[in-house]
């Protein structure tokens, strides 16, 4: 059976309702899943599981979730070849440029890591829509066939 983690970092919800979405989709599929908050998490965790996802909200104009800038740091120094990654995440398209900003930064961090990616990063405007959830079950079920 295969293993995923996904960590998420929330203020007011939406990025925790996106983690659940995704946690609930890899349930449906038979997949191992745990979900973790990011301040309780250490990013060496990634190393025992297959797939591995991260759900940031973005702040302060771009900026990464405070309490996630350790794991964020530990994260670009791991070894994840062999992995399968993705992210996701709830933003709001007011901020234009830094819309979800902190999902592209995780990326690029699963990429520094060796990591491959197995879905394109979801952006979710503020609370998760039908549409969204079509889009977060699309992208679970994507890093699943590029896990097999
Ligand atoms: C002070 C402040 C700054 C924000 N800056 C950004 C930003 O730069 N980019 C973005 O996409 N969203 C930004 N947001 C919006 C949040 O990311 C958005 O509300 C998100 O859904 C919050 O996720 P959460 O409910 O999981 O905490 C900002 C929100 C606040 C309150």
Same mark, same amino acid.
């Given at each position: 059976m295969a293993t995923a983690k996904v960590i998420f970092a929330t203020i007011t919800g939406n990025?925790?309702?996106?983690?659940?979405?995704? %946690?609930?989709?890899? !349930?449906?599929?038979?997949?191992? #899943? /745990?979900k973790e908050e990011i301040s309780q998490a250490d990013a060496t965790e990634f190393e025992d599981v297959d797939i591995c996802v991260v759900v940031p909200y973005t702040y302060?104009?771009?900026?990464?979730?405070?309490?996630?800038?350790?794991?964020?740091?530990?994260?670009q120094e791991l070894d994840l070849s062999g992995k399968i990654f993705g992210?996701?995440?709830?933003?709001? %398209?007011?901020?234009? !440029?830094?819309?979800?900003?902190? #999902? /592209?930064?995780?990326?690029?961090?699963?990429?520094?890591?060796?990591?491959?990616?197995?879905a394109s990063d979801v952006f979710v405007n503020l609370a998760p829509t039908a549409e969204d959830i079509e889009h977060l079950d699309a992208f679970t079920?994507?890093?699943?066939?590029a896990q097999a």
């Open positions: 990025n925790e309702d996106v983690a659940d979405i995704i %946690t609930e989709k890899f !349930e449906q599929l038979g997949v191992d #899943v /745990t302060d104009q771009g900026a990464l979730p405070e309490e996630g800038l350790d794991f964020y740091d530990d994260l992210c996701a995440g709830s933003g709001d %398209t007011f901020y234009e !440029e830094d819309y979800c900003r902190a #999902v /592209t930064d995780f990326s690029a961090a699963f990429k520094k890591a060796g990591a491959t990616q197995g079920e994507q890093l699943v066939k």
